[in-house]
């Protein structure tokens, strides 16, 4: 069953709304978009599977849906998922509030427009600046994925783990990275973009 919320992330280009029930169809369909599954590398998804992972996501985290602010349309998804598994992560401090941010844009229409940048911009300020995380991290990006890992580092993420030659995908091996993004480094680089624009 999906657990839904009452919360809306408003950014430039997106706007953010929880995910319901109704949402599962359309999040079926992204999930098994040729386009997509070429880009994520990934085999097409049965009913059960697709359900089964959005079911997870909500009932771990803030799950919401990605809507395209010029046209109204909603184009993916975005979760600020809850993450205990310190050792996996490199996190040595279990105090820590740590989390991950799976994201998917499913109109391939929409890829390289800003719109997954917008929307992870209001997934870090919610996570960092409401509910007090001290790391998120984006992870399991595969090597081959250029575009996502140029929009992570373009975020202020850094490279913490590569498990080398991890995926076979087309004829080639490939590794899996993660990604995180620490609250001292969010915080100096949203003091920076302050400073700079006050200075304009």
Same mark, same amino acid.
């Given at each position: 069953m999906i657990r839904t919320h009452d919360i809306i992330l408003i950014g430039e280009k997106t706007r953010l709304?929880? %995910?319901?029930e109704d949402d599962l169809e359309m999040a079926f369909e992204w999930n098994n978009n040729p386009l997509v599954l =070429?880009? =994520?590398g990934e085999p097409e998804h049965t009913w059960d599977e697709v359900v089964e992972v959005y079911e997870?996501?909500? !009932? !771990? &985290? %803030?799950? %919401? *849906? +990605?809507e395209a602010t010029d046209t109204q349309e909603p +184009? &993916?998804? *975005?979760?600020?998922?809850y993450d205990n598994?310190? =050792?996996r992560l490199g996190v040595e401090d279990k105090n820590e509030l740590i989390y991950c941010i799976p994201i998917l844009i499913g109109k391939p229409e929409y890829w390289g427009k800003g719109y997954g940048k917008d929307a992870i911009k209001q997934i870090l300020k919610f996570a960092f600046e409401v509910m007090g995380a001290d790391r998120v991290f984006a992870t399991d990006i595969f090597s081959f994925s250029e575009r996502s890992i140029r929009l992570f580092n373009s975020l202020g993420f850094d490279e913490v783990r590569r498990d080398k030659n991890r995926i076979y995908y087309r004829g080639k091996y490939y590794d899996i990275i993660d990604f995180c993004l620490t609250r001292e480094k969010y915080f100096a680089q949203t003091r920076n973009k302050i400073y700079k624009n006050t200075n304009e």
């Open positions: 709304r929880p %995910f319901t =070429e880009a =994520e997870y996501l909500s !009932n !771990n &985290g %803030f799950l %919401f *849906i +990605i +184009i &993916g998804e *975005i979760c600020l998922l598994d310190y =050792e």
